[in-house]
């Protein structure tokens, strides 16, 4: 099993800045890839960014140019930098890793103000 905590959510002004952290524990070993998802009040959950094991990332066209995911082995942590933020960007973000199985952290909400 993999436990995930994250933190790092906040209020932050439309234009600022916020960084998430998502540290891992248990059978870190095995995470095939990390994610950051977010879920918007009314609204599905949806994938804002992926790293794999390799190294490789993903990101949704919406957070593109904005968002920065990067993940730090010795640590199990990964990160999501956000800047430009939007208000429209406002939703509970959340870690998810990969071992054969998906494990979800609790999330964390991130509000952006207009």
């Known amino acids: 099993q993999v436990q995930l905590v994250e933190s790092g959510g906040g209020l932050v002004q439309a234009g600022g800045s916020l960084s998430l952290s998502c540290a891992a524990s248990?059978?870190?070993?095995?995470?095939?890839?990390m994610a950051w998802y977010r879920q918007a009040p009314g609204k599905q959950r949806e994938a804002v960014a992926t790293?794999?094991?390799?190294?490789?990332?993903y990101y949704a066209d919406s957070v593109k140019g904005r968002f920065t995911i990067s993940k730090d082995n010795a640590k199990n942590t990964v990160y999501l930098q956000m800047s430009s933020l939007k208000p429209e960007d406002t939703a509970v973000y959340y870690c998810?890793?990969?071992?054969?199985?998906?494990?979800w952290g609790k999330g964390t909400l991130v509000t952006v103000s207009s």
């Open positions: 248990g059978s870190t070993s095995g995470i095939k890839h």
């Open positions: 790293v794999q094991s390799t190294g490789s990332t």
């Open positions: 998810f890793a990969y071992v054969g199985l998906g494990y």
